[in-house]
């Protein structure tokens, strides 16, 4: 099939002849991936911010009010957050997977919706939003357990939330955070924070080197739904160009990657993967590879 011909098939045919091409995946995925669960992108299809940045890492450790207005407004995002469900693209995945075709699926969302489609041994390129840790003694706990502490702390605590962001954030741009009580550590008094990488963080290494050594054992790589705007994803599209790896990216709108990419597919990832999974042919040599 020659590559103008490809151009004028339909994406979910040009993702399907790619499949046909490549045999083993490794996939990463990003906000565009939750946002038909109504986790919405932080960014707008050129690449750039949609609302005021996010929390940094900076922020959250040397102010308290800081913390305070991430806490209030996470009191309000969690229920939001915690209550989205997958979509056809996180099931789409999930079949191919266990179609044999993905060696690892890396994800930048923190929202647990890969695992809750049946997808195993997903790596959490940025933590979870559904535990906590304390940033001085390594104390964890489960989000919805915190939230019974927040709620406790803050009985009279009310605002109204305008929008729930990627990170469970919410939006009450008009609240006076001052009145918010910020529980410590129950452990040690420490600071709690949502097992997350914050902006200027750094990703562990550990899950890294996991995510090279996957990439490593591919033929290929797939984005769905990440602009790659932050390094930590940009860095897996870098190490498949070098690799030599074709790179094809499920995006609406422009990448970081677009020079690396040996093709984008510019359509909601939920149709184009919902309709290629369920004709995609396991691969061949998968009974052997296992
Ligand atoms: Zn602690």
């Not at 890396?106 to 939003?129: E, P, S």
Request: glycine content about 6%; hydrophobic content about 50%.
């Amino acid at each position: 099939m020659s590559a103008q011909a490809e151009v004028r098939l339909a994406p979910p045919a040009r993702l399907a002849a790619w499949l046909a091409r490549h045999r083993r995946w490794f996939v990463l995925t990003g906000a565009g991936c939750s946002t038909a669960s109504g986790i919405p992108d932080y960014r707008d299809s050129a690449g750039a911010w949609k609302r005021a940045m996010p929390m940094t890492i900076q922020a959250f450790r040397s102010d308290a009010a800081a913390r305070a207005r991430y806490w209030a407004r996470s009191l309000h995002g969690w229920p939001v957050f915690a209550a989205a469900a997958p979509n056809d693209a996180h099931y789409a995945l999930a079949r191919l997977q266990a179609q044999g075709r993905i060696v690892r699926l890396v994800t930048q969302n923190v929202d647990g919706l890969h695992q809750a489609a049946g997808t195993k041994a997903v790596i959490d390129l940025h933590g979870r939003l559904d535990r906590v840790v304390c940033l001085h003694c390594g104390w964890r706990a489960p989000r919805a357990q915190w939230q019974q502490v927040l709620l406790a702390a803050n009985p009279h605590w009310c605002a109204r939330p305008l929008a729930v962001a990627p990170d469970g954030d919410a939006d009450l741009a008009q609240a006076d955070f001052s009145a918010f009580r910020v529980p410590p550590c129950p452990r040690c008094g420490g600071i709690v924070k949502p097992d997350v990488v914050f902006f200027g963080d750094t990703v562990p290494p550990a899950r890294v080197q996991a995510a090279l050594q996957a990439l490593a054992a591919a033929e290929a790589m797939l984005v769905v739904g990440s602009s790659l705007m932050v390094y930590s994803g940009f860095r897996f599209a870098r190490a498949a160009a070098e690799m030599g790896k074709p790179i094809v990216a499920i995006n609406l709108g422009r990448t970081r990657a677009d020079a690396l990419l040996a093709d984008k597919i510019e359509a909601p990832c939920g149709q184009v993967l919902a309709a290629v999974a369920l004709t995609a042919p396991p691969a061949r040599d998968h009974a052997a590879r296992i």
